[in-house]
């Protein structure tokens, strides 16, 4: 598939890595600088290519959300005329910067908050594992596979995703309509608290036993 990336960080360019080598066609976008932009290219690799947010998106059939909270909703609300009709895989926690706890939760979640800011996008929550794991030569961990927990509106784009999800290397666990990203994205934040403060680390992920 044609694959847009927004966010040249640790989980754009570990899902790109995974989805490049599967035959994914990646454009990556959106850093501080265009430097940082072509290194995520380069590290993404199998004829990845930077732009910009907006290239990136014109590109993607699938757009990958994989910014910082904070960032979050000004960049999806720039590209709201241009985000209708794709499917957008969020991917972002809405930690505090400091990572100490939830800004929005239980009531509503960033996925559904992603969704008014570009209200004719698809968009499908899908936090994935630790940048770590992504970037380990396997992401399996005592023989399993991480869980990743897949909500959105749309049964075609939430398929689409779960797809992805399993090309990465990950299990896709169909969790329903986008409001129940006011559960999973709880799940993050638990997950990164026993790495990061309970000091598990982050050979760790939360995974469903059917
Ligand atoms: N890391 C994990 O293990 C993990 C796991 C699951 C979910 N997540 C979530 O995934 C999202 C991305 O995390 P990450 O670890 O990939 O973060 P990251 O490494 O900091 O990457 C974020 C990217 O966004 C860019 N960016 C941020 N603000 C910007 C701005 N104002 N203008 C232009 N570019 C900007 C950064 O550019 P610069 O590098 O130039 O600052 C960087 O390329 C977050 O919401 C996080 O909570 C992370």
Known sequence: MKIGIIGAGNIGTGLGKRLAA???DI???FARTPEKV???ATTIGSGARPGSPEQAVA???VVILATPWGATLDIVGSLAGALAGKMVWDCTNPFAPDMSEL???TTTSAG???AHAAPRAHVVKAVPPFAVSLHAASMEIGGRKPGVFVCADDPAARAVVMQLVADIGADAVDTGPLKRARFTEPLGMLVTNLAYVQGLGPAI???LVR
């Open 22 to 24: 599967e035959g994914h």
């Open 27 to 29: 454009v990556v976008s």
């Open 38 to 40: 072509a290194e995520a």
């Open 59 to 61: 590109h993607g059939e």
């Open 103 to 105: 800004l929005i939760g």
């Open 112 to 114: 559904e908050e992603i």
């Open 205 to 207: 992920f939360a995974a």
